[in-house]
C-alpha cells in the first residue's frame, strides 16, 4: 500500500515566515560544475543574501541515508556475529556430545557394527533435535515478522530465504561436528574406545 501524501500549501515568499529559502535547479547532464554557478547567480541579485549549503540532489540523498545505513550496517553486523556465535556453539555442543558416547561407540564397533553405519545413525540421532529446533526457530521468526510490520513502520516480514539460509548453516555446523568428532572415534582402536569414559 502507498503511503498517502501529506497536504502541501504555496505562499508567496514575501508572505513565508521561514527564516530561509531553499532553490532547486534542474540541470542537464553533471550538476557539480553547476553548484558555483547558482551561488553567483543569487549573489548578483543581492550580495546581503548568504549562499550556503549548496549540494547536488545525490549528496543531500546520501546525507539523509547515511543514519539509517549506518543502522543497516550495524544490524548485519551483530546479525552475523550471532550467527556465528551459535555455529560455534552447536559445533562445540555436538562434538562434546559424541564424545560423551565414546564407550558406547566401542561396544557397537566391538560387537560388529561399521564404522559408516554408525556415524550414519549418529548424524541422523543429532540432526533430528536440530530440525526441531530449527523448524521452532523459523516459526518463531515468522512469527515476531508479522509483530514487527505492526509496530515500525515499513518493515517487513523475515523472508523465507533467510530463515532457510541460516538453518541451512546452523544444521551443516552440526553435520560437520558430528562428522568429525565419529571420525575420531571410529578410527581408535575399540578397546581403546571401550576403556573411555
Same mark, same amino acid.
Given at each position: ?84 556465535? *551459535?555455529?560455534? #556453539? &552447536?559445533? @562445540? =555442543? $555436538? ?10 561407540? %566401542? ?26 529446533? *530449527?523448524?521452532? #526457530? &523459523?516459526? @518463531? =521468526? $515468522? ?10 513502520? %515499513? ?15 546452523l544444521a551443516l555446523a552440526a553435520a560437520l561436528a558430528v562428522w568429525t568428532a565419529t571420525g575420531r572415534i571410529v578410527r581408535m582402536d575399540p578397546t581403546a574406545a571401550l576403556r573411555a569414559e
Amino acid at each position: 500500500p502507498t503511503r498517502r501524501s501529506s497536504d502541501l500549501m504555496f505562499l508567496p515568499i514575501r508572505q513565508s515566515t521561514a527564516d530561509f529559502v531553499t532553490f532547486v535547479a534542474h540541470v542537464h547532464g553533471a550538476a557539480a560544475p553547476y553548484l558555483a554557478m547558482c551561488r553567483d547567480a543569487v549573489q548578483q541579485v543581492d550580495r546581503q543574501v548568504p549562499v550556503y549549503d549548496v549540494k547536488t540532489l545525490d549528496e543531500r540523498l546520501s546525507d539523509m541515508l547515511a543514519t539509517p545505513r549506518f543502522y543497516t550496517t550495524a544490524v548485519l553486523f551483530f546479525g552475523g556475529f550471532a550467527l556465528l556465535l *551459535a555455529v560455534v #556453539g &552447536i559445533y @562445540g =555442543a $555436538a562434538s562434546y556430545s559424541i564424545a560423551q558416547r565414546t564407550h558406547e561407540i %566401542g561396544v557397537r564397533i566391538a560387537v560388529g557394527a561399521t564404522a559408516g553405519g554408525v556415524r550414519g545413525m549418529l548424524l541422523w540421532q543429532s540432526m533430528l533435535p536440530m530440525g526441531c529446533g *530449527a523448524a521452532a #526457530g &523459523i516459526a @518463531g =521468526a $515468522a512469527l515476531l515478522g508479522r509483530y514487527l510490520q505492526h509496530l515500525i513502520a %515499513g518493515a517487513e516480514s523475515t523472508g523465507a530465504w533467510t530463515c532457510t539460509g541460516a538453518a541451512a548453516t546452523l544444521a551443516l555446523a552440526a553435520a560437520l561436528a558430528v562428522w568429525t568428532a565419529t571420525g575420531r572415534i571410529v578410527r581408535m582402536d575399540p578397546t581403546a574406545a571401550l576403556r573411555a569414559e
